[in-house]
């Protein structure tokens, strides 16, 4: 099968060394800072095409794409070539010779194949499918070579025809409650992790700007002299900016999850955490069991180990932290009014655009009367310190140590 490998500019060795000899030779692409991606096939040959378009791509990084982008291009063309080396579609030609002459007779077939393994989306189909037609119009440029042919494309002579795999619809939010958020935590074994996924529904942050907090990213200790402050203001420098840019955002953080990190941070467990001094500002504000940082795979990974203990629903995903926090700041007491509530969330969402946060206006009537009666709104400080004495787990009851359940 294809294989696509990436090494981004920071793990790039520096120099190579003859075992023989002890002689290093330094390495020309130690200096650069962008990411090399690298797609072979079963026999580790390199598919030359599409690794002159991945590093086309890799080299506008920071300037009209992502890193995140390129990678998730890379991975569309990884599952397509594998799709051709399994089904052997042109079986006595190369990868190469045969991505220049796809129709769309192939990418239909792809699409039904991907739809007969399952638990594959439309929105996947068709990112997937975009990766792939954007590959295919670079091939027809010049600096793709001109090996194919406009007139050629499998989305017609004018490459307009619709894309064989429809785009999801936006889905509804998921309405979350104070008490499937407990159910939740719970059910995780460590205070880090409780501690982590209640920031992540207290503030809104998506997961891979929760795994990125650093120390100085908090509001400083004297906040917490001063008892009138409920909320206080925490500056995200999140990843959804213009072509990768970390772009800012202010979101509120109660003072109950603060104090609940401030005792998170005065555990064993954190403060003598191998790679860091106990005060480094650059040391992440969460740290897995083991001590080491979080990677947005893990933390999702570990998150569905305890949606599937607590029973709180399969589907349950972080990103449904979100949805909760929402409709919490819509059901709470902030602000004047309704439209006041619906203005912070869209703030400590970190949505461009009202509309997008109107989203969450989609629910029963009678649940939104329920939200913005006078009588039925939550003080969000109080949810908040509610459920953290619900769950807070001290460190003598930690139930997993270093990543491993004990037996």
């Not at 979350?176 to 996924?197: A, G, K, W």
């Not at 990843?239 to 840019?245: D, I």
Request: aromatic share 8%.
């Amino acid at each position: 099968m294809a294989k696509m490998i990436i090494v981004e500019g920071k793990n790039i060795p520096k120099e190579i060394v003859i075992s023989s000899t002890g002689e290093a030779f330094p390495l020309s692409y130690a200096n650069q800072k962008r990411m090399i991606v690298s797609l072979s096939d079963k026999n580790g040959k390199t598919i030359r095409h599409a690794n002159r378009w991945l590093s086309y791509l890799s080299k506008a990084v920071g300037t009209s794409i992502s890193p995140k982008t390129v990678e998730q291009y890379g991975r569309s063309i990884e599952y397509f070539c594998s799709w051709l080396e399994q089904t052997r579609q042109y079986p006595n030609i190369e990868i190469d010779e045969a991505l220049e002459i796809i129709t769309r007779e192939d990418v239909l077939e792809w699409h039904e194949h991907q739809l007969s393994k399952g638990r594959v989306g439309n929105s996947t189909l068709h990112s997937r499918e975009a990766a792939l037609k954007a590959f295919l119009s670079w091939l027809t440029s010049k600096e793709g070579g001109r090996v194919r042919e406009i007139a050629d494309s499998p989305w017609g002579r004018t490459n307009d025809l619709n894309y064989v795999a429809r785009r999801g619809h936006r889905k509804s939010p998921k309405f979350i409650t104070p008490e499937h958020i407990v159910q939740l935590l719970n059910s995780m074994h460590n205070e880090c992790e409780r501690c982590m996924f209640h920031t992540q529904y207290d503030t809104g942050l998506r997961i891979s700007e929760l795994i990125g907090l650093k120390r100085s990213d908090l509001p400083p200790d004297s906040i917490f002299r001063d008892q009138g402050f409920e909320f206080i203001p925490l500056c995200i420098r999140g990843s959804k900016g213009r072509a990768g840019s970390p772009k800012e955002r202010i979101t509120l953080i109660s003072r109950a999850v603060l104090n609940r990190i401030r005792k998170y941070h005065n555990s064993v467990e954190y403060r003598l955490a191998e790679a860091w001094k106990i005060n480094d500002p650059n040391k992440p504000v969460f740290l897995t069991a083991n001590g080491r940082p979080w990677s947005t795979r893990n933390a999702s990974k570990q998150f569905k180990s305890a949606v599937a203990r607590s029973n709180v629903g399969g589907e349950f995903s972080t990103h449904w932290m979100r949805h909760g926090t929402a409709f919490s700041i819509l059901g709470s007491d902030i602000g004047k009014d309704y439209e006041d509530r619906m203005l912070t969330a869209q703030q400590m969402l970190g949505h461009s655009h009202l509309g997008t946060t109107e989203i969450y206006t989609q629910i029963s009537p009678a649940l939104l009367s329920k939200l913005t009666e006078e009588g039925s709104r939550q003080n969000r400080l109080h949810e908040a310190e509610d459920i953290r004495k619900a769950t807070f787990l001290p460190p003598l009851k930690h139930r997993e140590k270093r990543g491993h359940r004990n037996a």
